[in-house]
């Protein structure tokens, strides 16, 4: 069992910033564990938003977050970071952690891939 949590959500302007952080109770530096985030509105389905591998920090980034968010970790301290610049009101979700072993880099964006998941932390970003 890997526990995940998440801290940083909040509320901000638009065009502001927040940094999201996620420890894990169990952190792999090898290939193929990768944590990620991910994002739920209101009456939407959870999507990716990026994604990070433990071992080789390989990354992955959804196209709507691409140039804006930035995803890094800290091995030592079992934590991953997404760093979140230029906030949208369309960024306001929750944000969610994710951990998983994932083979296939193509899979790092389904919400299948991941074993388990935080809590959450919210993030609304008003115009």
């Known amino acids: 069992q890997v526990q995940l949590v998440e801290s940083g959500g909040d509320s901000v302007q638009a065009g502001g910033s927040l940094k999201l952080s996620c420890s894990a109770s169990?952190?792999?530096?090898?290939?193929?564990?990768?944590m990620g985030w991910f994002r739920q509105a209101p009456g939407k389905e959870r999507e990716a938003v990026a994604a990070?591998?433990?071992?080789?920090?390989?990354?992955y980034y959804s196209d709507s977050v691409k140039g804006r968010f930035t995803m890094s970790r800290d091995d030592a301290k079992k934590t991953v970071y997404l760093q979140m610049n230029n906030l949208k009101p369309e960024d306001s979700a929750m944000y969610y952690c994710?951990?998983?072993?994932?083979?296939?880099?193509?899979?790092?964006?389904?919400?299948?891939?991941?074993?388990?998941w935080g809590q959450g932390t919210q993030v609304t970003v008003s115009s």
């Open positions: 994710a951990w998983g072993f994932i083979p296939d880099y193509r899979q790092v964006r389904e919400t299948r891939s991941y074993n388990y």
């Open positions: 990070i591998c433990t071992g080789n920090g390989r990354t």
């Open positions: 169990a952190y792999y530096t090898y290939s193929y564990y990768f």
